[in-house]
């Protein structure tokens, strides 16, 4: 038989407690508001582990002592400890879900890595023809409706990736992977260093390592970016693609959809605030119009700015 500490120095002080508690099964009577919802949070915690209602548990057994003359610390009261559970249960709650979405999304990474390459395989092998499509093209509109840019997006990741950076890809995943093959393109014919890339893939954020690649290709640092989601009704894709792409034409090619919808919302701002509205808002938009100017005509803005001044 095995005792525990607290049973030998019970035995040790009292044989007759002893004797009462452990032998005879008396329970003694505690009034201690702290020890009795140790207990009702004990439970709360078991039941927690078992994926059961934490909370309601909780609340089930510290309201048994809910009318009950408890003896409370200074500032605790039935209330307030039942608010403190419960925020606690709540708090490891939201950690939960917030831990599986990131399992999620890390394995979202690794299953679009494998869906490039098999989307690579049915072109070349034109496994498209089994259901009797007529193209390549066609397959891809059937498996992606809304737009078929993320399938050559997942495609070009093991199209201009050499094998080295290939067999790590599950490891870095398919948005890494895509920043990676961007790298690739541009150092065509020259020497590309998988070991350097594919160690910044694996230690930084994707966002710091997109930036990192960014810099890489264009010389300069960027500022930092956040994806912005919002929902558009089918029938008005139309409109906006070809407002976006207007004003890429506009910009020129290399300038990302972002800047584009940038200088529609400034252009729009400049006209709605050229009469009689706030003339910090038409700054603003000017200032951003005028960074998206080549340099010569940057150079004739400012110069025509000075004659109007002067």
């Known amino acids: 038989m095995t005792y525990s500490f607290t049973q030998i120095s019970q035995y040790l002080t009292c044989p007759r407690r002893y004797r009462h508690r452990y032998l005879d099964g008396w329970v003694e009577k505690d009034t201690r508001a702290a020890m009795l919802f140790g207990r009702a949070f004990e439970k709360a915690l078991a039941a927690y582990f078992k994926r059961e209602d934490a909370a309601a548990v ?3 057994e510290w309201a048994v002592y809910e009318t009950q003359a408890l003896r409370y610390s200074e500032r605790d009261s039935w209330d307030r400890m039942l608010q403190q559970g419960r925020a606690l249960f709540v708090l490891s709650k939201i950690d939960e879900i917030l831990a599986w979405e990131q399992r999620k999304e890390a394995e979202k990474d690794t299953r679009f890595v494998e ?13 498209w023809r089994v259901e009797k499509l007529k193209s390549f093209d066609e397959f891809l509109e ?8 993320k399938a050559y997006y997942l495609m070009s990741i093991h199209e201009h990736l050499p094998a080295p950076v290939k067999r790590e890809l599950k490891q870095v995943g398919w ?12 150092k065509e014919g020259q020497e590309f260093d998988c070991a350097t890339w594919l160690h910044k893939a694996r230690e930084l954020p994707k966002e710091e390592f997109r930036r990192e690649v960014e810099k890489e290709l264009t010389g300069k640092d960027t500022e930092a970016s956040e994806i912005v989601y919002f929902k558009l009704y089918k029938s008005q894709i139309p409109v906006v693609e070809q407002a976006i792409e207007t004003a890429a034409l506009m910009l020129g090619t290399g300038k990302s959809r972002g800047y584009c919808l940038e200088m529609i919302c400034a252009d729009f701002l400049a006209g709605a605030n050229l009469d009689d509205g706030n003339p910090e808002i038409l700054l603003h938009s000017i200032s951003r119009f005028f960074n998206f100017l080549p340099e010569r005509q940057r150079a004739a803005f400012v110069e025509r700015i000075r004659e109007n001044a002067s």
């Open 58 to 60: 909780l609340y089930r």
């Open 115 to 127: 869906l490039g390459r098999y989307l690579c395989e049915v072109r070349a092998g034109q496994y």
């Open 142 to 149: 059937r498996r992606f409706p809304e737009s078929r840019r």
């Open 175 to 186: 948005t890494k992977g895509l920043e990676l093959a961007k790298l690739a393109r541009r």
